[in-house]
């Protein structure tokens, strides 16, 4: 087990996400930075979907009640192990009694710590992704335990690498949405060359940008979103759905984040800078 002393601002158990729901409007869910998780997976030899947990901002406090291995991955937010530094990207052992410390945010905005074998809460819908209401609660509080199992030996092919900063950049890579030809010469200027910050409106379901261009009136049926999806308001505003997004929406949908550029927004905080370059 993995008892949660202190959970921080928002700790969640995520895996890749929960598939097939959508038409029933249950959302993706699962992790926000797949780049950081699937690498953090790999160095432990996981399967790419075994649950970790997703620290957003400002990290817990975890006492681990079993051995095992463990893998940093994501945002820099000056871990410890014991009081002693440890750094993303490295397979650490780590014994009963070991107290896993998060502290300042350096870089990035959401980390991730995965175990070997993954952790293991129960499943809803064939996911172990935390999603309210689709499981009791949507994040983890203080004093819950989490399960995983002991691992006593293990002889990891890497041990550590280094990533590149793929996160560091502020440019979006996209490609045209639905909507897209709705937008004018003007909007069209102003989508691609605005450098736009995020606003405090950011979360697991979306990030909305502060500044504003030219509105529309263009009206559309409710249709199908995705994760990275960007709807256009009537007022000029632009937003960004995320894995925890709803299914569908009536905005006109006038660009799609690429994969990659869905990990580096997860990674963005408010005030941030964004561009957007088209694909």
Do not use: W
Not at 27 to 34: A, C, E
Request: glycine share 8%.
């Amino acid at each position: 087990m993995l008892k949660v002393l202190k959970s921080g601002f928002f700790l969640s158990v995520q895996d890749l996400g929960r598939l097939g729901h959508r038409h029933v409007g249950v959302p993706i869910s699962g992790v926000l930075d797949t780049i950081a998780v699937k690498r953090a997976n790999k160095m432990l030899e996981n399967d790419p979907s075994d649950s970790v947990l997703e620290i957003t901002m400002t990290g817990p406090t975890l006492l681990f009640e079993a051995d095992t291995y463990i893998c940093l991955a994501g945002a820099q937010m000056s871990a410890t192990l014991n009081n002693k530094p440890i750094e993303n990207y490295q397979v650490i052992k780590v014994s009963k009694g070991d107290i896993l410390s998060y502290g300042r945010l350096e870089n990035g905005f959401r980390n991730y710590l995965a175990v070997k074998g993954g952790f293991r809460t129960s499943e809803v819908l064939g996911s172990r992704s935390q999603y309210f209401p689709i499981t009791p609660s949507k994040c983890i509080a203080d004093g819950e335990e989490i399960p995983f199992d002991e691992i006593k030996a293990f002889d990891p092919s890497l041990t550590e690498v280094k990533m590149k900063k793929y996160f560091e950049t502020g440019t979006l890579e996209v490609h045209k949405g639905p909507e897209f030809s709705i937008l004018t010469d003007r909007q069209l200027g102003e989508v691609f060359s605005k450098t736009f910050t995020v606003s405090k409106a950011n979360n697991r379901m979306a990030y909305q940008l502060s500044e504003l261009i030219e509105g529309h009136k263009h009206s559309m049926l409710t249709s199908g979103t995705l994760p990275g999806t960007v709807q256009f308001t009537p007022a000029g505003r632009l937003i960004i759905l995320m894995k925890d997004g709803q299914t569908t929406g009536g905005y006109p949908r006038i660009l799609q984040l690429s994969e990659e550029s869905i990990c580096v927004l997860a990674q963005k905080k408010f005030g941030d800078f964004l561009s957007f370059k088209l694909l």
